[in-house]
């Protein structure tokens, strides 16, 4: 088929891709009326900042690449070329490349399906029409992105015409779109393999063009390898956080980790690492080995695990990691309208696999889905579920929807009736495993929303309204230590030093180790007067492991001004850094001239 024969579309597709479109554009303008859109969170608040540095020239990745970089320099171009920190312009940005996608679609549709019409807009309004789709599009997330590079890799390499070759810039091409998929998301690596599997064993791809492929995604890949390698001295292609990631699905409390929110709960887990005796490779190693000592202690049991997360994989909750983005479609919010966009998960996967039995059937590249969809399905698997990670199958899906669908016709005329039985029992799988029953604290947490709620307007600088939301989340969910800490925090910017007390000491009970809390309730134990236990908060905040320099010089300050001078002076003789530190000097020369006045007197 011709690129211009391609490029006619027929008005089903147009009209699928309008649709799409107006959806989009009406999701941008009211997310942009939401607090979300002016305070990105979590990941989103890390991309952010990392890609803030580097628009002021600065480099963010100094000590070692723990999440890849691949988004943040995305957000750095975006922002260098409309000539500001812009998140309006980073969404429609990732609005357009959105619809770049769904354009992919139309055309890989035709490809594979061989039919024009029909096949290419289904493909597009599933995509497209997807909620989680919509959400993260407007989020500061990397789905959109990654969706592009591995859509735009498949329409180079993915020629209709299989007697034509592939030229080499095509494929190299190609190579440098899968490569800033890994570089965004390292997962995509599975799918690479596969792709250079189907480019070897493909007609249209001359042993000697492969090499262009090779060298796209090597040309990407090249400078955090290389950096890796020279920081690190270790063989790492991007990023040094999949052990985490990898502990968090695969260790006995599996169920617990999974869902650890984002705050203080994941940060108390991090700590367990020991970063200030690790570098980023260290710790990544660290829990690797608990998990695949875990995994030799337990072996039964993480084949339990992985079983469990193979049904949940499929389920039709949409299960959440750091944020769950249910809370944002709640009745009331200006987004509530997308949780009536008709497609679904449970509703398309039965057809999806029916397309995967036909494709198998048929031959062709075709047979190449399956393996793409499976290689982007596995890291749900081995690492933890969540909808976000499933979107990265949800372009291939899409399109395996309308082979399904053809499958379902036209195999039903054609094929044997071992066939037919077949493709009848895997949809009858297909419809039947997203509904079976998973875990309760999969479903929408309360709690989990008014935090966010609560959060948002702190960013807001709204803190009677935060002060509520916070104290309904503890009416939800007890004891919960970030809503204490946001509520300590506010309680010492408003001066509240008592309340903001009671609820700072919940949060070092539990976590005596997070150091700005143990700081900020120092630092309000002194405000009300009671030096001596600041004093010892102080001491334990300087004692969390990491660099504490600045504490120390603090300490010594207050100790002199509690009297306890011997135990000033031993703790500057144990700590050569407060020893030649020339405030720690002067405030022990001027206690020594002090105490001199008071012997004399």
């Known amino acids: 088929m011709s690129l211009a024969k391609e490029a006619r579309w027929t008005k089903l597709e147009w009209g699928a891709l309008l649709l799409v479109a107006i959806v989009h554009v009406i999701a941008l303008r009211d997310f942009e009326t939401t607090s979300w859109s002016r305070h990105p969170m979590v990941d989103a608040y890390v991309y952010w900042d990392q890609a803030k540095q580097l628009i002021a020239g600065g480099s963010p990745f100094e000590e070692g690449l723990y999440q890849p970089p691949g988004y943040p320099l995305f957000l750095w171009l975006v922002s260098t070329v409309v000539g500001e920190a812009s998140l309006h312009a980073v969404r429609v940005c990732q609005l357009l490349l959105g619809m770049g996608t769904c354009m992919g679609i139309l055309v890989l549709a035709r490809r594979l399906c061989l039919g024009r019409g029909w096949p290419g807009a289904l493909a597009v309004l599933i995509y497209g029409l997807l909620p989680s789709t919509v959400l993260f599009a407007h989020d500061l997330l990397t789905p959109t992105l990654t969706n592009a590079c591995l859509v735009g890799a498949l329409v180079l390499l993915w020629k209709d015409a299989a007697t034509v070759p592939l030229s080499a810039v095509r494929l190299a091409l190609a190579g440098m779109l899968l490569g800033a998929a890994c570089i965004v998301h390292p997962t ?357 492991p990491g660099n504490r320099t600045s504490t120390g010089v603090d300490l010594v300050g207050w100790m002199l001004e509690a009297g306890q001078g011997r135990a000033a002076q031993k703790l500057v003789d144990q700590d050569p850094a407060l020893a030649n530190h020339a405030s720690v000097k002067k405030l022990l020369r001027e206690a020594g001239n002090s105490g001199s006045q008071d012997a004399r007197q």
Not at 333 to 352: H, I, K, M, N, T
Not at 358 to 380: I, M
Not at 472 to 489: I, M, N, P, T
Not at 504 to 522: I, K, N, Q, W
């Open 188 to 544: 995509y690596l599975l799918a690479v393999f596969v792709l250079f599997a189907w480019a070897w064993s493909a007609k249209q791809v001359a042993p000697t063009s492969l090499v262009s492929l090779v060298l796209g995604v090597v040309l990407v890949l090249g400078p955090t390898t290389v950096k890796n390698a020279r920081q690190f001295g270790v063989l790492e292609l991007v990023s040094h956080n999949a052990g985490v990631n990898l502990f968090l699905g695969n260790n006995p409390a599996w169920r617990d980790t999974s869902f650890l929110p984002a705050g203080l709960p994941f940060r108390k887990l991090v700590l367990e690492a020991e970063p200030d005796r690790r570098n980023l490779a260290q710790r990544n190693q660290y829990w690797k080995e608990r998990t695949w000592e875990g995994i030799a202690e337990y072996p039964v049991a993480w084949m339990g695990t992985m079983a469990t997360k193979t049904a949940w994989s499929f389920n039709n909750t949409e299960i959440p990691r750091n944020e769950d983005y249910r809370c944002r479609l709640k009745d009331g919010s200006p987004l509530s309208w997308l949780e009536y966009l008709p497609v679904r998960y449970a509703w398309v996967f039965p057809f999806g696999l029916m397309g995967m039995l036909g494709v198998l059937r048929a031959g062709g590249k075709q047979r190449w889905l399956p393996a793409l969809w499976c290689s982007l399905h596995l890291p749900v698997l081995l690492f933890v579920v969540a909808d976000r990670y499933r979107l990265a199958t949800w372009p291939l899906l899409a399109l395996l929807v309308p082979l399904g669908v053809e499958a379902l016709v036209r195999g039903w005329q054609t094929w044997n009736l071992r066939w037919k039985y077949g493709l009848l029992g895997v949809g009858l799988l297909g419809a039947l495993v997203p509904w079976l029953p998973i875990d309760s604290r999969t479903q929408m947490d309360e709690a989990r929303c008014v935090y966010g709620q609560g959060h948002m307007a702190a960013m807001e600088q709204d803190y009677d309204s935060a002060k509520s939301l916070y104290r309904k989340v503890l009416e939800l969910r007890q004891g919960d230590v970030s809503a204490h800490y946001w509520l300590g925090k506010i309680a010492y910017k408003e001066q509240r030093y008592k309340e903001g007390i009671a609820h700072v000491t919940v949060v070092v009970d539990e976590f005596p180790g997070h150091f700005p809390s143990v700081r900020m309730l120092a630092k309000m134990m002194k405000k009300t007067g009671d030096l001596d236990g600041a004093v010892r908060m102080l001491d334990m905040a300087y004692r969390v």
